[in-house]
């Protein structure tokens, strides 16, 4: 057994999942869908996973948009959209599915 950290994580694999049925999304709405149906954990474990993730060709970069607001850093902020990369290997979680189904029905 090498050395280390396992590579292997839950938490990205359920990201993988999610993505895999939104086909794109943003590091904030990828938190809201999975803390909605996994146990809690925070934004920035999530943003941990998501760069971790493009490392290892699990997640891709789909899209950087500049929003323009009133927000307390200032007049503009950064909304990154990611998309499911070439390694990932989506589990077809079903629990996910129907709640997205469920979701999109709203």
């Known amino acids: 057994m090498p050395r ?5 994580s839950a938490v990205r ?3 993988v999942d999610i993505l895999y049925f939104l086909k ?15 146990p809690k954990v925070s934004l920035r474990l999530m ?4 760069k971790k993730g ?3 060709g699990e997640f891709v970069l789909d899209k950087v ?8 850093w200032g007049p503009t902020t ?3 959209m990611y998309k499911v990369g070439p390694k990932a290997k989506p589990s077809m979680d ?11 029905k709203k």
Do not use: T
Request: hydrophobic share 25%; no cysteine.
């Open 24 to 38: 794109r999304g943003s590091g904030y709405d990828l938190h809201k869908i999975y803390k909605d149906l996994f």
């Open 94 to 104: 079903k629990r996910i599915k129907q709640y997205l189904d469920k979701r999109k």
């Open 4 to 8: 280390g950290r396992p590579v292997k």
């Open 47 to 50: 943003y941990y996973h998501l």
């Open 13 to 15: 694999q359920h990201m």
């Open 78 to 80: 950064q909304k990154i």
């Open 65 to 72: 948009e500049k929003v323009s607001g009133n927000y307390s």
């Open 54 to 56: 493009v490392s290892l």
